[in-house]
């Protein structure tokens, strides 16, 4: 049955890129699990793989991508969902495209970033060496649910995998720090120090500020981003774990969020048996994943994708693009299933300073919705911003199309066009100045 199954979807595969239908990157695995739910088991059963399955709210196409690419500057052969087909079907998928038509696959390690709400589905049907877990969000509320749901429901997914794997958690983190807690197996921390932490508490955004051991809210020393910091309960005395690595000697992608991917993912090398030499020369001409800080070349001006589809997310884009002193910004809010239906979650972010971009763009399906966000920061700043109907540097575009094309405008040779989308944004995106789908 699978012979057949990797053959048919192989065919699937050709037909819709030959067709420029997509990439081809799901069809094949749906069809296989519809047939044989088993399909991946049974699979990884038959090919000697080390499996590494990188999961969290934020973060994981990046950081897969990071271990990839030093995987492979090593002289190690990978396969990776790397297209962000982070389903079921979309590991079913690669198996299929990168294996032989006899199923036989050839390489050393196979990296599968997983969609919040189907790891425990993941891990009842693989078992991985490695497991990277970077950090729990809200996110998608409508699909996924609060954080502590998220976290309850890994928990108990990841306790019934064997002593086999190790252990990659943020230790920053108080529901991912609390997953290694008492598990079988090597559990390795990574984390921030002191030197990285910001004013005050957990921002508006934090989701994870009560102990998930006894419920007590936490006491937190520093705090980076969100709710991730040097944390403890001062009743059960729960605490942030011992840190295995809080540096790196390079970081390849600005932010500090992608800082936390960088110690993710070289802490998972380590493991694996690279040194950091090793690590850090393949980092130095590292690119970033499709809408993860990637820069595309548009009638010869720059346009740079910060993905941004939840608050602690569009936070640190935002925090990074100001950092980069970002003058024009567009910034796509759509409400799809990729996306999640509830945008509420956009009265949760921080655009202090918003007033000092030059040309600011909104489109969208939720287009008046974010321009409405943004009137209540200037408002509440108390910016100098006029109306739109007076030429005002504040724009709203029904047709996202449009909205690019003036972003680009507006720019000088040496500018670029700073973009925040949500997912399904970030790919319509993509496609305009593309030509091209990813999906």
């Known amino acids: 049955m ?15 890129q030959t067709l420029n239908l997509g990439s081809g990157s799901t069809w094949p695995g749906h069809i296989a699990l ?58 079913a998928s690669i198996l299929i495209l990168k294996s032989n038509w006899m199923g036989k696959m050839e390489q050393d390690f196979a990296i599968f970033e997983i969609d919040e709400n189907n790891l425990p ?3 009842d049907e693989v078992t991985p060496d490695f497991l990277v877990i970077l950090n729990i969000f809200r996110d998608q509320l409508d699909r996924y649910g609060e954080v502590n749901a998220i976290a309850e429901k890994w928990g108990e997914a990841i306790k019934k995998l064997k002593g086999e ?11 991912v720090a609390f997953l290694g807690n008492k598990l079988n197996g090597k559990v390795k921390y990574f984390g921030f120090k002191n030197d990285n932490k910001k004013s005050g508490g957990p921002d508006a955004s934090a989701d994870s500020v009560f102990c998930p051991k006894c419920g007590i809210r936490l006491e937190f020393k520093d705090v980076y981003f969100s709710h991730l910091g040097d944390w403890i ?44 030499i090793e ?43 100001k950092d980069l002193g970002a003058k024009n910004v567009l910034l796509v809010l759509n409400d799809r299933i ?47 911003v006029k109306s739109q109907n007076n030429n005002s540097k504040l724009k709203t575009f029904e047709d996202l199309r449009d909205a690019v094309e003036y972003g680009v405008s507006k720019l000088n040779t040496d500018e670029t066009l700073f973009v925040l989308p949500t997912y399904s944004a970030m ?12 999906l």
């Open 233 to 276: 309960c001062n009743k059960c005395r729960f605490k942030r774990p011992k840190i295995d690595i809080h540096e790196a000697v390079c970081y390849p992608l600005k932010g500090d969020y992608n800082k936390y991917n960088t110690l993710a993912a070289i802490l998972t090398l380590r493991e694996i048996g690279l040194s950091d």
């Open 121 to 123: 589905l993941v891990l």
């Open 165 to 175: 794997t190790t252990y990659i958690f943020n230790a920053d983190d108080p529901q």
């Open 2 to 16: 699978n012979f057949v199954l990797i053959i048919l979807g192989k065919i699937i595969s050709t037909f819709i």
């Open 338 to 384: 990729p996306d999640g239906r509830d945008i509420s979650w956009i009265w949760d972010t921080d655009l202090g300073g918003i007033e000092k971009f030059e040309n600011i763009s909104i489109a969208g399906d939720r287009v008046y919705d974010m321009a409405l966000r943004v009137k209540y920061e200037n408002e509440s700043q108390k910016s100098k």
């Open 34 to 91: 519809k047939f044989n739910k088993k399909f991946i088991r049974e699979f990884l059963g038959k090919n000697k793989l080390k499996i590494i399955v990188v999961a969290g709210t934020n973060g994981k196409t990046t950081t897969s991508r990071m271990i990839r690419v030093v995987l492979e500057k090593n002289d190690r052969s990978v396969i990776q969902n790397e297209s962000g087909a982070n389903l079921l079907n979309g590991i």
């Open 279 to 321: 690590i850090s020369e393949a980092f130095e001409d590292f690119c970033p994943a499709f809408g993860r800080q990637e820069v595309v070349k548009y009638k010869d001006k720059r346009v740079q994708l910060f993905l941004s589809k939840n608050p602690t997310g569009f936070n640190q884009s935002y925090k990074t693009i």
């Open 427 to 438: 790919l319509e995106v993509r496609k305009i100045l593309t030509g091209k789908k990813i």
